[in-house]
Nanobody, 114 residues
Framework: VQLQASGGGSVQPGGSLTLSCAASGRTSTFSTMAWYRETPGNDRDLVAIISRGRGIKYDDSVKGRFTISIDDAKNTLYLQMNNLKPEDTAVYYC?????????WGKGTLVTVSS
């Protein structure tokens, strides 16, 4: 399985971006799909996760601003990001778990700056 993330870019504070993560396999087979982000010198942190049968969870820092969703028909994971803040600047990675297998896409850079 390959994951291809896209949609990053530069935006001013208060702006919006939508990240996409296209999977080469069927997203309906994954037990979880998630978005993480990483800044230089820091760990890769969970932003949002969808778990089959367990619902959706968000990091407190993005609650009310970000929305994670999956379109199984398109085998694509999304992250709608609204009211972006400078502290949201990071490389964003998509992740999928299928049984014992853990898949990562290459990151997409989001820069929030005035």
């Amino acid at each position: 399985v390959q994951l291809q993330a896209s949609g990053g870019g530069s935006v001013q504070p208060g702006g919006s971006l939508t990240l996409s993560c296209a999977a080469s396999g069927r997203t309906s087979t994954f037990s979880t799909m998630a978005w993480y982000r990483e800044t230089p010198g820091n760990d890769r942190d969970l932003v949002a996760i969808i778990s089959r049968g367990r619902g959706i969870k968000y990091d407190d820092s993005v609650k009310g601003r970000f929305t994670i969703s999956i379109d199984d028909a398109k085998n694509t994971l999304y992250l709608q990001m609204n009211n972006l803040k400078p502290e949201d600047t990071a490389v964003y990675y998509c992740n999928a778990v299928d049984g014992p297998y853990d898949y990562w896409g290459k990151g997409t850079l989001v820069t929030v700056s005035s």
